[in-house]
């Protein structure tokens, strides 16, 4: 047998072998392969099958094609080169194009399964997601890691989305429960990737990518990070809700959370005006002035823009005031890239200097205001780079309350 020719001279081995890994790649029987410093038992072999010298410690290139001719020349002229490799490797081989058929043919089974057990709300749109190029390698990447892992965190996945589109106030942690596992959407996990990617391809709304999108993008949906925690402080402000007025007669302020907040629809002033401010410390002394008071506490989540929000559908003027440093100028930027019909006081240099503390800036903070690009911040931006001292709201508080006076008519 041929075969067992080629078997019993194993100055053939390494050449079979980079012959077999040329048809796994090309699907056919063709092409050329070159055998590195060829051994003496390799040159023995090769010379008395190729009739010619083949010298030790040189590179030998031959091809398909030129075995083939001289197998021609014998009894094994009839020979298959499919016939021959199995027999020599005593296995079947196969090649890439087989190993892809078969892949293809076992993922179209996979999602099938899935597709089975899909609500039936999003059978149609998970069809037309397998098309999306970017979504299929995200799924192929998954399933090559792990299919049996994946078919699972899918399935909770789209579970997750359905429930999402109902669009109930809920706590991400709550949602996440859903899928046995409390930690299923933490960010930067990549069942929380799969999700955001997923629900934002079904709702038609651009992936968010940084966790300030994330949390905005799941309040579309009444989805909070932590609907008891996120809070913002707010004081003299109207409502449908009796909390807010309870505490409005009261004259006292209120720690308002998201949980409140998803039972209110609305939010109001009688002043028309609503003073916002980054530090709760500035509270005690704006009291006696019984204005709308919104506060931030250094760092502006979701509740407060939702507030602010809300006041601004009820068509009451904004009016911000924060700390004079890097940190406090990007706070204020978000704040008028959200909202720029917000009106900035005390950010002057007169403010500036009444209010300048002996707290040196660094370099590394001053360069954060490079990215203030908002007309109404440059002033003080220019001035923070020349003089670098932070400038406090607190300090400030004889200017803020002139401003009040102001604005109140007194």
Known sequence: MLHEYFQSHKGFARLFNLLKQKYISLNRFSGTVTLKDVTKEESIDLSNFFGKMVKEGTDFRTSFSKIEK??????????????????????????????????????????????????????????????????????????????????????????????????????????????????????GTKTSNLYFKLLSNLTNKEEPKTSGEKIKFLSLFNIYIDTISNYVTIYNLESDSPLINNFTKEKEPLNLSLSNLSKITKIDTKLKKVFVFENPSILPYLKKYDIPIVIGSGNPNYAFYKVIEKLVESKNEIYYNGDLDPEGLIIASNIYQNFPQTNFFGYNKADYQTSKSKNKISESRLKKLDNINIPNLQEIKELLKKEKYAAYEEKNIQNIEKFIKQNLGK
């Open 70 to 187: 001289k197998l021609k020349e014998t009894k094994y002229a009839n020979f298959t080169w499919e016939e021959l490799f199995n027999n020599y490797f005593e296995e079947k081989i196969i090649t890439k194009k087989d190993l892809k058929q078969k892949f293809n043919v076992e993922e179209d089974k996979f999602y099938q399964n899935v597709l089975s057990n899909t609500p039936v709300n999003l059978k149609e749109w998970f069809k037309n997601i397998l098309k999306d190029k970017n979504i299929h390698q995200t799924f192929v990447k998954n399933y090559k890691q792990n299919k049996s892992k994946f078919y699972e965190e899918l399935l909770n996945v789209l579970k997750i989305i359905n429930f999402t589109l109902k669009k109930e106030p809920i706590s991400l942690v709550m949602l996440a429960s859903y899928s046995l596992n409390p930690h299923f959407l933490d960010f």
